[in-house]
């Protein structure tokens, strides 16, 4: 891999789409895994540029200067609480601006590579309201000046509350003697609402600004004393952290070292990479060493240490764990995941050192020393209500909130155009960029930006959710598979609504219904394989096809272990399915065919949904 010249994969682009659509799964795969995305490296050092130059050191510098300190001293700021507070602020306002996670070529952001307020400040732009029959003023799916109104608004509470200087606070007084001040609380007030209100309206926004974990703290900021808010800051990270390993114990997480580790920029040893899969490249599922390091430097590491630090009272045991999550951060960092949460990593190593050293519990700030200590209880269980409900009830809660961040197992889907039909999106989607594909166009040759855009198919390939979602492709479009065009639909919903960290929510049945207003795709010609995440509690995963015209066609289950054991290229053809339900023949053709004589229908988003219950196993 050179500094300005990717590791293209070994094929010959001219020819590369002639291949049967699973021969370029299992081509790429391997490439993958030795290769990673095979970004140049200049793409890596600007992403460590705007980390560290742009978001930590402007940062830090604007935290430290607005509230009287010296951005040189790191002694004198390190564990100022104020700091720690606008860092957090200015972290958010990153991430909110669309310059933070989910930015740049790793996300399928290239030209432009920011997504963010392009989007979210033009009007006719796409938004996702999450309850738009339920919300009152929520309807619709089409941004308006309201919405603009109220995104600006909330730029702008943050600048102020980040520029302005501390105000004096009797709590902190108390505790620390020379200290300089906190952010005023007064103005968490008014963004505490429209954060609320924003994400009523747009869903994407609300989790673009990662706000399940940021609006408690901004609460906390707003209205708790010193000590309480240090206390419920200590309890909001170890909720982070304990829910994020508890997610990862199961098949799935097994399956994400590999590929993450073969997309490590610093690591050049293809024997390393290799041994993470079983036996390269005839059996590409997860090998035991991959499973690990997942499962022991992962899932135990994230759930003990912080456990460890949120109880211990022992100085040196405290500062060894700190310095484990600290590098644990770094590490994640390091290897450049896909969603490019790099801010938030780096956010999460400071805070261990400025929330469990910096004020530690011996100290005056362990759980005992709350002076409300009922109030502690209701917060605890607030920040356990969404993981505990997400992992039970995955279709009710984002991955995000449910604190599964990197755990694999998360809600995906692969999108299927006829030949041509892509092209709509980029005629009629009001959008701050165009198609993924045609962004590469202004870089690479069409056939060289079709193995691009497979690249991304290969990786999810690598994931337990490649093989249940290409097997619903192989099932539903027969052999048009190899000449439909398939998308990942985590890049593809990016370049529509500006964001997407991993999260399929973003682009289910009401995000294609969206679509299909705008675009006026005929039946067959758009093809959707979604998949629900796997509860914590079932051996299983629901899944819907859908068809952009018709709504949804076919639900129904499969087994995760049916989809973990198979390889990436499904060499045994489709795995099985259980289907429930399914849009009968005769309710396709009345939405289809205007003379037909429509009986009374279930619907379900507008569209007809009358069905057969079908119970049966289809697959291999």
């Known amino acids: 891999m050179g500094l300005t010249q990717p590791d293209f994969p070994p094929v010959d682009p001219a020819t590369f789409l002639d291949k049967p ?26 992403y460590l540029v705007k980390v560290f ?8 510098t604007i935290a430290t200067l607005t509230s009287g300190l010296n951005p040189l001293h790191v002694g004198e700021w390190w564990n100022e609480p104020i700091v720690y507070q606008k860092a957090l602020l200015w972290t958010v306002l990153v991430e909110v601006l669309g310059i933070g996670g989910s930015w740049g070529p790793l996300a399928g952001h290239f030209k432009p590579m920011t997504g963010g307020f392009l989007y979210w400040l033009r009007p006719q732009t796409i938004r996702l309201p999450p309850w738009p029959d339920k919300v009152p003023f929520t309807r619709g799916d089409t941004r308006t000046p309201f919405d603009i109104a109220v995104y600006s608004l909330i ?17 902190l007084d108390s505790v620390v003697a020379d200290n300089a001040g906190l952010v005023n609380p007064v103005l968490m007030y008014p963004l505490i609402p429209l ?14 600004a990662r706000s399940e974990q940021y609006l408690p703290a901004i609460v906390f900021f707003g209205f708790l004393p010193f000590v309480d808010m240090i206390i419920a800051l200590k ?8 829910g994020a390993g508890v997610s990862k114990m199961g098949h799935h997480f097994s399956m994400v070292i590999p590929p993450m580790l073969s997309n490590t920029p610093w690591l050049g040893s293809k024997a390393i990479k290799r041994a993470h899969y079983r036996n390269f490249p005839e059996d590409m599922r997860p090998s035991k060493l991959a499973g690990g390091v997942g499962h022991v430097l992962g899932t135990i590491v994230e759930i003990v240490t912080p456990l460890i630090l949120l109880f211990s009272t022992n100085k040196w045991l405290t500062l060894g764990a700190v310095a484990l999550m600290v590098c644990f951060h770094l590490f994640i960092l390091s290897t450049f995941p896909l969603a490019v949460p790099l801010e938030w990593n780096l956010l999460f190593a400071f805070a261990a050192i400025f929330l469990f050293w910096g004020f530690p519990n011996w100290d005056g700030f362990g759980l005992t020393e709350t002076s409300m200590p009922w109030v502690m209880v209701l917060i605890a269980a607030a920040l356990c209500f969404f993981p505990i409900l997400g992992n039970l009830r995955p279709d009710l809660v984002s991955f995000l909130p449910s604190m599964r961040q990197y ?24 959008r701050g960029a165009k198609n993924t594909r045609t962004q590469l166009l202004a870089s690479y040759e069409p056939e060289v930006a079709d193995v691009v855009m497979h690249q991304m198919m290969a990786w999810r390939s690598m994931h337990s959710q490649g093989r249940a979602l290409f097997s619903l492709m192989m099932r539903h479009l027969g052999d048009d598979i190899d000449t439909y065009t398939l998308r990942e639909a985590e890049f593809s919903c990016n370049s529509l609504v500006a964001f997407n960290f991993g999260d399929g929510h973003l682009h289910d049945e009401k995000m294609i ?18 998949i629900e995440s796997q509860p914590i509690h079932r051996g299983t995963q629901r899944f819907k096809v859908i068809d952009a015209a018709l709504g949804v066609i076919e639900t129904g ?17 489709p795995i099985p399915f259980e289907v429930d339900w399914t849009l009968d023949v005769d309710a396709r053709r009345a939405v289809t065919d205007p003379e037909v004589v429509r009986e009374p229908q279930m619907r379900s988003n507008g569209v007809a949904q009358t069905g057969v219950q079908t119970p049966n196993k289809v697959g291999q």
Request: net charge neutral; glycine share 10%; with cysteine.
């Open 557 to 573: 289950t499969y087994r995760v272990r049916d989809a973990v054991g198979e390889q990436p290229w499904l060499p045994n053809g």
């Open 155 to 171: 730029l702008v509470n943050l600048v102020v509350a980040i520029v302005l200087p501390g105000v004096s606070s009797t709590s």
């Open 21 to 46: 659509f699973l021969e370029r799964l299992r081509i790429l795969g391997a490439h993958w895994a030795e290769y990673g995305f095979g970004t140049p490296k200049m793409v890596h050092l600007i």
């Open 513 to 530: 219904a969206a679509l299909q207003r705008r675009c006026n795709f005929a039946p067959g010609e758009f093809t959707i394989a979604w």
């Open 53 to 60: 130059v742009f978001y930590a050191g402007v940062g830090i």
């Open 235 to 242: 309890l909001l990270m170890v909720t982070v952290w304990v």
């Open 407 to 430: 755990a694999g197992n998360w809600a995906s889907a692969t999108w299927a155009f006829a030949p041509g039909a892509e092209e709509k999106l980029d005629e009629f989607v009001v």
């Open 195 to 208: 954060m609320v209100v924003i994400g009523l309206r747009d869903k994407v926004i609300f989790i673009a």
